[in-house]
């Protein structure tokens, strides 16, 4: 029996060229996506494209897929069940279903080279929500800007609604009218006749459940910002953020917590360097700190301690949502990455990163991924790879938090394109993060790891 499993939005766009002048960012726009099984036997996977107006645009069936591998989809180089290919020009979304649980990542990059090439990623929605959080919005906020892909996953039309809330306040509204079952709309903040120097968050509500995934950009090119929106069901009065950097080398980490509450929350940041910050968002309210760039929207507690490489957990009196970016703003500022916070929920002894490359396509990709120990101390971890050079295995002990290099850390051979399965004897939390050291620009795409059954 097939189960509609995750939901997939815009899995392959391809927009026609478009200058700063429009608002959109520059260069035509492929994603590709890997689609890891997460159960315990082998898996047959469909994905079926889905036109803006929400019906079938082609599916592509994946069989036999083994527990823990995956299977790995570009439309410019494969083709679709019948032969065809997505047409070019084409935009839309797609939904990924399988007899197996699966998780997927999507990465989203454009045609552009040198310093104007751009490239992120995110994960695959299994919650659509008829309401969802997007922590990090931008509206002509100097050169940057969001775009918002929206998708009806209910069986109805739908209306949809978006609050831009900026502090406790709803700045400026927009509104999606009948969205068809299945349909998918993309919704540019540059093109919104309000909103200007804006930096806050937003709350999609809608009629029906929405899946939603979200770009800030750069209009001037060079930087790409991409992650999937939150559905209320992951407010937490604790989240964890692993990987957090502040001023290491030249890696920067800035981000936005929303209160969902209609109380005041009362918010306590610890990192695992033993600093701490007490910070205050009122009621359906945002917050929005960059202590490397001395923000700290009234949080006590810093400066922040430079050359960190660790994680945080956030505790609340009310439950939050969060998303963070990741920058090399102190450096060149040609890479940034976003992620968002994981909820207990989310966190587990068995972890899966459905993307993992070693010098893949050349040499060109190599991904990174980070730990962190729920709780901190020490965790013995067991790595289980699968991909297309065959299956690999390692045992290693994190204490605290660590990040492992593919390239560096000799646990997979050059030109492995898969996926791992982590093994804990304690809860973590993971985020991956694919990389070049021979591309030039916006090279960097982050997504965060999935809890596997």
């Not at 079952?181 to 937003?202: E, R, Y």
Request: charged content about 10%.
């Amino acid at each position: 029996m097939m189960r509609k499993l995750r939901w997939i939005i815009l899995f392959v766009v391809l927009f026609s060229i478009v200058g700063p002048a429009w608002g959109a960012p520059p260069g035509q726009f492929t994603v590709d996506f890997n689609i890891q099984n997460l159960g315990t036997s082998s898996a047959n996977i469909v994905v079926n494209f889905i036109n803006p107006d929400g019906s079938s645009a082609g599916t592509k069936t994946f069989y036999n897929v083994s527990a823990g591998g995956s299977a790995y989809f570009n439309p410019a180089l494969h083709t679709l069940d019948g032969g065809g290919t997505l047409p070019s020009g084409w935009q839309g979304a797609a939904i990924v279903s399988a007899d197996q649980p699966v998780s997927a990542i999507a990465t989203v990059a454009n045609n552009l080279s040198g310093s104007q090439y751009v490239s992120d990623a995110y994960v695959g929605i299994g919650e659509p929500a008829p309401v969802v959080f997007a922590p990090i919005v931008m509206a002509k906020f100097g050169p940057w800007n969001t775009r918002m892909a929206i998708q009806n996953a209910g069986a109805l039309s739908a209306t949809v609604e978006i609050q831009f809330i900026s502090g406790g306040s709803v700045v400026a509204t927009q509104s999606i009218p009948n969205l068809p079952a299945g349909a998918s709309a993309l919704v540019d903040q540059w093109d919104h006749p309000t909103l200007t120097n804006f930096n806050g968050s937003a709350i999609i509500s809608a009629t029906q459940p929405v899946a939603v995934t979200v770009d800030e950009y750069r209009t001037t090119g060079g930087l790409l910002v991409s992650y999937s929106a939150l559905p209320l069901s992951k407010a937490s009065t604790t989240l964890y953020m692993p990987g957090y950097i502040n001023a290491y080398g030249s890696w920067t980490t800035d981000f936005t917590m929303i209160n969902t509450a209609s109380s005041p929350a009362s918010v306590q940041i610890q990192f695992t360097n033993n600093q701490t910050l007490n910070c205050s968002i009122p009621a359906n309210g945002s917050l929005y700190l960059n202590p490397a760039a001395n923000v700290y929207g009234g949080c006590t507690g810093g400066p922040l301690a430079s050359n960190f490489y660790g994680a945080a957990t956030v505790t609340s009196t009310q439950p939050l949502v969060i998303a963070y970016n990741i920058a090399n703003t102190l450096g060149p500022g040609d890479r940034a990455i976003g992620y968002t916070a994981f909820a207990p929920s989310d966190v587990g002894t068995k972890m899966a990163v459905p993307l993992i490359e070693n010098q893949y396509s050349g040499g060109k990709w190599t991904t990174t991924f980070s730990v962190q120990v729920i709780g901190g101390g020490a965790a013995q971890l067991t790595l289980n790879y699968s991909g297309n050079l065959g299956t690999f295995s390692r045992n290693v002990t994190v204490q605290d938090a660590q990040t492992f290099n593919q390239l560096s850390d000799g646990h997979i051979p050059p030109g492995f394109l898969g996926s791992v399965t982590i093994l804990s004897d304690k809860p973590i939390a993971v985020i991956g993060d694919q990389n070049s050291l021979i591309l030039s620009g916006d090279v960097a795409a982050g997504f965060p790891g999935v809890k596997s059954p």
